[in-house]
């Protein structure tokens, strides 16, 4: 625990630091790019975001894992860097050869996009990749310092050039793409030097140590599959069938309401690590913890997606330009996503222990089909609005396939009662909200104070299950 929580300053204020500078971003691209280019942007990104798969094969997977049979030996060490390292080059820019031609068929039948967008676009992606490889090895020797300066500077540096190029030179999408990719280039020569200077990478290649490499990274695949489909391929959807206008206006409620995530990875983070401890030592009396864990989890962030859509109103108005009010009503549902998404680390904690890994990755198959087979089915009817709401039933049927499985092998049931009634008040506020946007004029106050009274009682809902998880009474039920 003193680990985590020495390395988990660095974390903190990483994400803090690279949160603000990404709003940052955001907001000198909405105020200086019309919803339509900033669409554009966005399905570009979606799209170019499946590349990474299929440049390194998950190959950073595998040095997370093989770093730990390696790292007492630093010359066997240097032999899995540097195979994993040159094979991604290799590798990777074949995938980007025989990428290039179909460029012209996916800007002009998926994306709606100019061709040359996809090429600017495609530049970072390997460069991101073998930065990525140096980062998994900083990670893993617990250097969270390194990797927190470099994850800051890298995006220090593209706001700065986002800057520069958008704001002062007026260079619009292609802008953006060139600070992205001058970027990952910097990263990526900061990348090289220093492992090269450790020692690290050298002119090596192991067939053996790349064979035990591509058998663990491999059979992994399924799971960035299904997590492109279903958190990116929306926007290509909405691209085709609505229009980069919308686009545009959903890129901007996903990633405002992707803020949520903030406040749930800071809790599952630590608690993932005491749950693969807690279940080794104390079974029994660990499940009835992440039983209290996940209740509290549930109600804490109802209450934070509640706070989405109150003021999301004036959330886009801090952080955007005109032409972008109608991102306001997504931010809510798109937001609502991480109040199931907690259920899903907490269930997979367990899965992982038990090393049923094959539930996971077949329950993220499920999501990606359920929500590809939605928004296939429905967009063209419905429009925009299907896309986030595909993405919260997708993520039900995830979560429901963890469960069935969970109590399969374990006696595990959630506070099921008391996460019904909990929408109760939920919707009761949202709904109060509602009334005082139509009835109110300028009711700015009442929703301060309702947001108030709300807190209260969410307060009031989680001390029983706080006063468990403190050790100070006995597990609750319902």
């Excluded at 691209?29 to 798969?53: C, D, K």
């Excluded at 958008?166 to 990263?187: D, F, K, N, P």
């Excluded at 749930?264 to 080794?280: E, N, P, R, W, Y």
Aim: with cysteine.
């Amino acid at each position: 625990m003193s680990t985590i929580v020495r390395t988990g300053q660095w974390y903190l204020l990483s994400s803090v630091a690279t949160k603000v500078l990404a709003l940052g971003t955001l907001t000198v691209l909405t105020r200086h790019l019309p919803p339509s280019e900033f669409g554009a942007l966005n399905a570009v990104l979606s799209l170019t975001l499946a590349l990474p798969m299929f440049l390194s094969l998950y190959l950073d997977s595998a040095l997370a894992r093989l770093y730990h049979d390696y790292h007492d030996d630093r010359a066997r060490l240097s032999i899995l860097f540097s195979t994993v390292f040159w094979f991604v080059i290799a590798w990777g820019g074949m995938v980007l050869v025989a990428f290039v031609p179909l460029t012209s068929v996916i800007s002009g039948q998926i994306a709606g996009v100019p061709t040359v967008y996809i090429w600017i676009a495609t530049i970072p992606v390997l460069l991101t990749q073998l930065s990525q490889l140096g980062l998994v090895y900083l990670r893993q020797s617990f250097n969270a310092k390194a990797i927190s300066a470099i994850e800051v500077w890298t995006a220090l540096t593209g706001l700065t050039l986002t800057y520069l190029l958008v704001a002062l030179w007026g260079q619009g999408v292609m802008g953006r793409l060139i600070a992205m990719a001058v970027s990952a280039l910097l990263v990526f020569a900061y990348a090289v030097w220093f492992f090269a200077k450790t020692g690290l990478l050298g002119l090596q290649f192991d067939l053996g140590v790349l064979r035990k490499s591509l058998a663990y990274s491999l059979p992994l695949l399924p799971n960035l599959v299904a997590g492109w489909i279903a958190g990116n391929s929306d926007r290509l959807f909405i691209a085709k069938y609505v229009d980069l206008h919308a686009v545009g206006l959903y890129s901007l409620a996903a990633t405002i309401a992707s803020l949520l995530y903030v406040v749930q990875d800071a809790v599952t983070q630590v608690t993932g690590v005491k749950t693969q401890v807690g279940l080794s030592l104390e079974r029994q009396k660990t499940l009835h913890m992440i039983r209290e864990l996940s209740i509290v989890m549930w109600v804490a962030m109802l209450f934070v997606d509640y706070c989405a859509v109150v003021f999301s109103v004036q959330v886009v108005q801090v952080f955007s330009g005109a032409g972008y009010q109608g991102a306001a009503g997504l931010i809510g549902t798109c937001g609502f996503i991480y109040v199931i998404s907690p259920q899903n680390r907490i269930l997979q904690d367990i899965i992982g222990f038990s090393k049923k890994t094959w539930i996971i990755s077949s329950g993220a198959m499920i999501m990606a089909l359920v929500s590809l087979a939605l928004n296939y089915w429905l967009m063209p009817r419905y429009g925009l609005i299907v896309a986030p709401y595909a993405f919260i039933v997708a993520t039900l049927a995830q979560t429901g396939w963890l469960y069935v499985w969970v109590n399969a092998f374990e006696q595990f049931h959630l506070h099921w009662r008391k996460a019904g009634l909990s929408l109760v008040p939920f919707l009761a506020f949202i709904a109060l909200d509602q009334w005082i946007v139509q009835v109110v004029e300028g009711g700015l106050y009442l929703k301060v104070l309702a947001t108030a009274c709300y807190a209260a009682l969410t307060w009031r809902l989680l001390v029983p299950h706080l006063m468990v998880l403190k050790g100070n009474s006995v597990p609750a039920r319902g």
